[in-house]
């Protein structure tokens, strides 16, 4: 041993040492140290990417299968701006035919869904509008502002972007047609009242917001002469002073299958009263809907024209 060596301590001391006994890293250590830094952040970023793929892919899978976030909780969906198609430009909107209840529409499709009734939404054209075979399609009719006597108030059955699909009052019984709503001529409404006829059981049913306000025994349509089934709505209200045996009748919107004509009219299917009892509780009519006086009273005084009618 040296007379320079420490007694006190033999340990070797690394020569990176200082005089505090803190090793200063090498000029290697301190590479290495920034090398794991850079992967490090690589690895989050890499991460980071993977995720937002995923949540991506999650996305357009639950898109795709048609299911919205209200009918499956927890999944993410991508809303997606509908685009509303414009109408085509009619040029003569005069020479087209009125939809009404003396009228023929063969062009207007056919209601493919007759036995289910319209959720209440209705439309009211201010003026005359035309009437579409589908949104952006071939105009086939021109709608006008008024039936009979009545502000014209049609059910909507269907929606498309700027676009509605209502029940019209034309022949053949259960057309269709589709009116823009992309502008002012046309005035939407609601109705919580529906009536539904049960021809078998000679019942009516009077509904609001889905509580039953009346249930009234009726006449139907006799054999041979049979109230048409399928959805319609109440199209009018007429009082007609040439008639004694209802003080009200209300045209629906449709007609008669074996009468093409009735009484002078088109063999539009109504709603009306009788001076005698002994009709209810049977076929007893030529096709319409005949009521006792309380219902007739509540129909003509509470239920509003467009009002959907489901007849079973």
């Known amino acids: ?3 320079s060596d420490d007694p006190q301590d033999s340990r070797p001391r690394s020569h990176d040492a200082d005089e505090h006994g803190v090793t200063e890293p090498t000029p290697t250590t301190r590479s290495w140290s920034t090398r794991q830094r850079v992967q490090l952040i690589a690895a989050i970023i890499v991460l980071v990417l993977a995720l937002l793929i995923a949540a991506v892919l999650v996305a357009a899978t639950g898109s795709s299968d048609g299911n919205s976030a209200e009918d499956r909780s927890g999944e993410t969906t991508i809303a997606v701006q509908a685009h509303e198609i414009p109408p085509q430009p009619v040029d003569n909107l005069a ?15 056919a209601d493919i869904d007759r036995d289910r009734v319209p959720v209440g939404r209705v439309v009211h054209p201010r003026n005359l509008v035309p009437v579409y075979a ?15 006597n009545s502000d014209t108030w049609l059910p909507v059955i269907a929606e498309e972007p700027g676009w509605v699909q209502v029940l019209l009052p034309s022949r053949p019984n259960g057309s269709t ?46 054999p041979g002469a049979e109230t048409p089934p399928g959805r319609t709505f109440i199209m009018a209200s007429i009082q007609d002073s040439r008639q004694t045996f209802s003080p009200v009748i209300l045209p629906l919107g449709t007609h008669s299958a074996s009468h093409e ?31 006792p006086a309380d219902a007739l009273r509540v129909l003509s005084t509470w239920v509003p024209i467009g009002t959907p009618v489901l007849i079973t």
């Open 1 to 3: 041993m040296s007379g």
């Open 261 to 291: 004509t009735y009484g002078g009219g088109p063999g539009t299917t109504g709603i009306h009263g009788w001076p005698t009892t002994t009709v209810f509780g049977r076929p007893s009519s030529d096709g319409c809907i005949r009521v």
């Open 95 to 109: 020479a087209l035919t009125e939809s009404t209840t003396f009228t023929t529409v063969p062009a207007a499709p």
């Open 177 to 222: 047609g589709w009116v823009s709503i992309q502008d002012s001529s046309v005035e939407t409404a609601h109705t919580p009242y529906r009536l539904v006829v049960d021809r078998s059981a000679f019942r009516m049913q009077l509904f609001r917001d889905g509580q039953q306000l009346g249930n009234w025994t009726i006449g139907v349509g006799k």
């Open 134 to 148: 589908q949104p952006g399609g071939p105009a086939i009719a021109a709608l006008p502002p008024q039936q009979i």
